[in-house]
């Protein structure tokens, strides 16, 4: 059902309110992007059926070209200035828009989906049901293609609902697993507890501004009747809750390390990247585009929320104890909680100022998708040996791999935001900048205290990858030989972090234009 | 001066900043066939004097190229877009001020890889020694190149691993707590820095420095530059460091391996001074006023608090550490540049400027021979050391003992040596401060820093009388070694150019003058 709501879903929106001409005319190229997603998610789920077990290993070349389809589709847009399914007697008002801000959006999710599928390809010739993990990744990433392209209310909840539900079942598919699917269970019932308290926020927006448009929202909450008031605050308050639950902002948070944890560790990555940018587009088209005169409501409200979250994350992670068991991806959970703290203050900041500030959050997530994702390609390559992935099994990485120590080490030090991570120093910056420019001295100085603690933990892990391995000294550990997806994601986002460190323009021309 | 194309200056200054990191990368690799030496390791540290040579070569060349009489200009600018987004130039120049700084960085650091070569550092493969090695070069003479804000906070902020893992991995004792002590301290510093510098970038609508010096804090509001001024002032008084921030810098020198230590004192604490001249005199001038005073009080309590602690250490049997009371020293030294600093006359600027190279020089000698001193006993505790008498070392080793004396008497600011010049200049501007600043609370801390220098002579003198002299040595000691050959050359040029700056002062201050004259008028002129 899930694939098929994608492309179903905006048409009927968009048409029903039409006068006099009714039929639409689609820009197939505009939605190509997430509709090649959602088509190849059926195909392979289609395929799997006829393939013999032996062939399976098709199926993830097939959904990772069919991945690397849609980034191609991103090409012809890149002017920015397509929209479709708008309504015939408001051109202005479009359901789907493919503006910088939707391209960039896209590249990021399409890309972190694709390189989670790399990740994945060995998993799902052993543990993981091929078919179905291909499918449901697959319908995730359309989904999330789909939200930050979506302009109307309705599109964006059944967006977000395309990107969630797969995820739940990503989370839990590792079958006989019990933390799994308890994992799974935990992730299940808050997101859908969040969800609802996002429906309701719409309805009650509708129901004062009548209207579901996001533009349309913003010009018509400038005069909500009086009486109606307090019902668009109550609106626009509950529909933010949803979206920070998906950002995994404190106090929603608390799912996040147990379901990283018992996830397979490509889709923990694939959560921590992308569930992540579903949650802040979401944030960034409500609060920016549909709620900007409720500026004074949701403003100071981002602000505790990130300052709140990137504590609570990084005090999180410092917690942590090296030698406990999956302590490597309970690390990493953390941190994307604190992490995600980052990514809201550019968003809090837009309501005082008004430059565009958004610009940051995008450049952030950019940076943040390619080191995390590379962190999380490591602890995946570290896995195979060290099935309990403790941050101590890390000890004496670079006598054993001396280029995959490096790249941790560049991809921690790009999180921590310390050269010779450039690219995750001039993200902070731009961030640190959007703060200051804002006005928003004191979350300025909430977030420098808070590099300062996760600088502690990452750099602790970084000295543990060069530490001389334990046991006797000369002795080789036995090599294993890693499998070719995995290290082409390392090296893939390794390059990407390299490159973007001698020239982090790339990245940061989204903090400098408008992206709308 | 030689004439030199601008654009060969050009790129002897591109060159002495990237070539270390080029280096560093290459150290990574495995030698190339022909290079190989002996030994990987000792090819690695080949490897490592190779490159900190060629650069040091290259900023001689380039101080020869430089046109003195032009000092307060901007030479061998380089100027190129690197990221337009956060309107971050690749800017560099060199002038009078930061001419003498990048010098002394090539030749310590130089000196410092000649050592390592002869004396490889106890600890893991050289390998990462090297690379390290080289990327704090390049770190630190980034620093002191770069005329954009934010390449300057990426530069402060490069030379934090590097150092992190060299006192980490090839300290001494207690060396996992100094290292951290050291990275949190000056991370929490450099965060609070970068927000005073995006508030004066982003106000001021430039992040360049040229730009903003000349503006001299014209569009800034007062109480804005006294916020700029206080967050970058942080960051950089914990580097410098300043009392009471001072606390990372004893622990990170005590456990911190002999190279690391010298670069330490000799280079890394100057950033945060050059900071304080290069960024807060003359971007947000009004700021500086009103903080000045405070400023001083916290320098001449430094200089107060470090002889104290100098003192208590060397007293007998308070089991001083050598290495520790040097870095106290450095307290108080440092306390000195920043009396000059906040006295905003060019006189008290030369002088901070003047005792900066200074105290590089005569610092990173002792730490060198502290360090040697350390290597031949095992230990550098004062007690252990001295015995009941002294350690005797005119008569052991009268080499080490001597250069240890003309280090001592050096650090105490004798005249005709180059510690005198400074702190003398940095005193003679209190006693006459900027106009506007108040002239009494200045007079009063002339008064007190000249009480600490009589402290610091005791207590130099008191290390002189316990380490080098002493009864003389039984027969049945075990004799010392004196100071080899590839330690001579290590340690000569750092003592004739104490000499030479001593007796010939105008070298540097003909430098740094008519750049400190152009910084504190700024656009006026």
């Known amino acids: ?516 | 001066m030689i004439d030199i194309s601008e654009s060969v200056m050009q790129f002897l200054l591109a060159f002495t900043v990237a070539a270390p990191l080029v280096g560093a990368a290459a150290a990574l690799l495995p030698a190339p066939p022909g290079l190989r030496g002996k030994s990987p390791d000792q090819a690695v540290l080949r490897h490592g004097v190779t490159v900190t040579g060629a650069v040091l070569a290259a900023a001689l060349v380039l101080t020869l190229g430089f046109d003195h009489g032009r000092s307060s200009m901007m030479q061998a600018t380089t100027d190129v877009s690197w990221i337009p987004a956060l309107d971050v130039r690749i800017h560099l120049g060199v002038d009078g001020i930061s001419l003498p700084l990048l010098v002394l960085t090539a030749l310590l650091t130089f000196l410092c890889a000649l050592y390592s070569y002869f004396k490889p550092p106890a600890g893991p493969s050289p390998k990462a020694f090297v690379a390290l090695l080289l990327v704090l070069e390049s770190g630190t003479l980034a620093t002191f190149a770069v005329l954009d804000l934010l390449l300057f906070f990426l530069a402060f902020e490069m030379v934090l691993i590097p150092m992190y893992f060299l006192i980490a991995r090839w300290g001494g004792e207690g060396r996992q707590g100094a290292a951290w002590k050291f990275i949190l301290f000056t991370l929490l510093g450099s965060v609070v820095m970068l927000l005073g510098l995006l508030l004066v970038g982003l106000k001021a609508g430039t992040f360049d420095m040229l730009a903003l010096a000349t503006d001299n804090g014209r569009d800034l509001s007062t109480s804005l530059q006294v916020i700029a001024v206080l967050a970058i002032g942080v960051g950089l008084a914990v580097k410098t460091p300043m009392w009471p921030l001072h606390s990372w810098l004893p622990d990170a020198h005590t456990a911190a391996p002999t190279v690391g230590s010298v670069l330490l004192a000799g280079v890394l604490l100057k950033m945060g001074t050059y900071g304080f001249v290069r960024i807060v005199l003359p971007i947000a001038p009004e700021g500086m006023h009103v903080l000045a005073p405070y400023l001083a009080a916290f320098a001449v309590v430094g200089i107060i608090y470090g002889s104290l602690a100098c003192l208590a250490l060397a007293r007998a049997g308070a089991k001083g550490d050598l290495k520790r009371l040097i870095a106290y020293s450095s307290v108080g030294h440092m306390g000195f540049v920043l009396l000059g600093i906040a006295t905003m006359t060019p006189t008290g600027v030369n002088g901070a400027l003047f005792a900066n190279v200074a105290h590089g020089l005569i610092t990173g000698l002792l730490f060198f021979l502290v360090g040697a001193i350390k290597d031949r006993h095992g230990t550098a505790d004062l007690d252990a050391l001295a015995g009941t008498t002294g350690a005797a070392l005119y008569g052991r080793a009268p080499r080490l003992g001597g250069l240890l004396a003309f280090g001592a008497v050096a650090s105490l600011g004798l005249p005709g040596l180059a510690g005198f010049w400074g702190e003398m200049l940095a005193m003679f501007g209190a006693f006459q401060p900027a106009e506007g600043l108040s002239r009494p609370a200045f007079l009063t801390y002339t008064a007190v820093a000249g009480l600490g220098t009589l402290l610091t002579a005791a207590y130099l003198l008191v290390v002189v009388r316990r380490v080098c002299m002493g009864a003389a040595p039984a027969a049945d000691q075990p004799p010392l070694a004196d100071v080899q050959a590839y330690e001579f050359a290590a340690w000569t040029p750092l003592a004739v150019l104490t000499v030479l700056a001593g007796l010939w002062p105008a070298v540097l201050l003909g430098l740094t003058d008519p750049a400190v004259q152009q910084l504190l008028a700024g656009g006026k002129s």
């Not at chain 1, 789907?96 to 972190?112: E, K, P, R």
């Not at chain 1, 006989?176 to 308890?182: F, I, K, L, N, P």
């Not at chain 1, 018992?262 to 088209?285: D, E, I, R």
């Not at chain 1, 000369?474 to 070719?484: D, K, Q, Y």
């Open chain 1, 1 to 516: 059902m899930t694939a098929a709501a994608v492309t179903a879903a905006p048409t009927a929106l968009a048409a029903a309110p039409a006068n006099g001409d009714l039929v639409q005319a689609v820009d197939w190229v505009a939605i190509a992007p997430p509709t090649i997603a959602a088509v190849v998610a059926l195909a392979v789920l289609v395929a799997d059926l006829f393939l013999p077990q032996a062939r399976k290993a098709l199926l993830a070349w097939a959904a990772t070209a069919g991945l690397a389809a849609a980034l191609l589709a991103l090409v012809p847009l890149r002017a920015g200035d397509r929209s479709t399914f708008c309504l015939t007697g408001d051109p202005g008002a479009c359901s789907y828009t493919a503006d910088h801000f939707t391209l960039a959006i896209q590249l990021l999710v399409l890309g972190g989906a694709l390189l989670t599928a790399l990740l994945s390809v060995t998993d799902t010739r052993r543990e993981l049901p091929a078919g179905e993990f291909w499918f449901l990744l697959l319908s995730s990433a359309a989904g999330a293609a789909l939200l930050p392209a979506s302009r109307d209310l309705a599109t964006l909840v059944v967006a977000l609902e395309v990107a969630s539900l797969p995820a739940f079942a990503l989370v839990g598919l590792r079958r006989g697993d019990r933390m799994s699917g308890e994992a799974a269970l935990k992730f299940f019932l808050s997101s859908v507890t969040a969800t609802a308290v996002t429906l309701l926020g719409v309805s009650f927006v509708y129901a004062s501004t009548g209207t579901l448009h996001l533009t349309e929202i913003a010009q018509q909450l400038d005069d909500v009747p009086a009486q109606l008031g307090t019902l668009a605050k109550a609106g626009v308050a509950l529909t933010l809750v949803g979206f920070a639950f998906k950002t995994a902002a404190a106090p929603f948070h608390f799912w996040v390390p147990d379901t990283y944890v018992g996830a397979p560790l490509p889709v923990a990555a694939y959560l921590s990247v992308v569930g992540k940018a579903v949650g802040f587009t979401g944030l960034v088209l409500v609060t920016v585009v549909a709620f900007p005169s409720y500026a004074d409501v949701w403003g100071p409200a981002l602000a505790v929320l990130a300052a709140l979250t990137m504590t609570v994350g990084n005090v999180g992670a410092l917690r942590q104890v090296s030698t406990r068991a999956r302590s490597a991806v309970r690390l990493l959970a953390w941190s994307s909680v604190g992490q995600a703290g980052y990514l809201l203050v550019p968003i809090a900041a837009a309501a005082y100022s008004s430059d565009d500030q958004i610009g940051a959050t995008v450049a952030y997530a950019l940076m943040y998708a390619v080191v995390n994702l590379g962190a999380f390609a490591v602890a995946a390559l570290v896995a195979r040996t060290h099935p309990a992935n403790r941050i101590a099994d890390y000890r004496g990485l670079y006598a054993a791999r001396p280029v995959t120590a490096l790249a941790m080490g560049f991809f921690l030090l790009c999180l921590a935001g310390l050269p010779p991570g450039v690219i995750g120093l001039f993200a902070k910056v731009v961030v640190f900048s959007a703060a200051v420019d804002a006005g928003l001295g004191w979350l300025a100085v909430v977030m420098g205290v808070n590099v300062v603690i996760a600088l502690y933990y990452y750099l602790r892990w970084t000295a543990v990858l060069f530490r001389s391995p334990e046991g006797a000294p000369g002795e080789a550990p036995a090599r294993h030989r890693a499998p070719v997806p995995v290290t082409a994601a390392i090296a893939l986002t390794a390059v990407a972090g390299v490159l973007l460190s001698g020239y982090p323009q790339w990245v940061l021309r989204f903090a400098a234009t408008a992206l709308f």
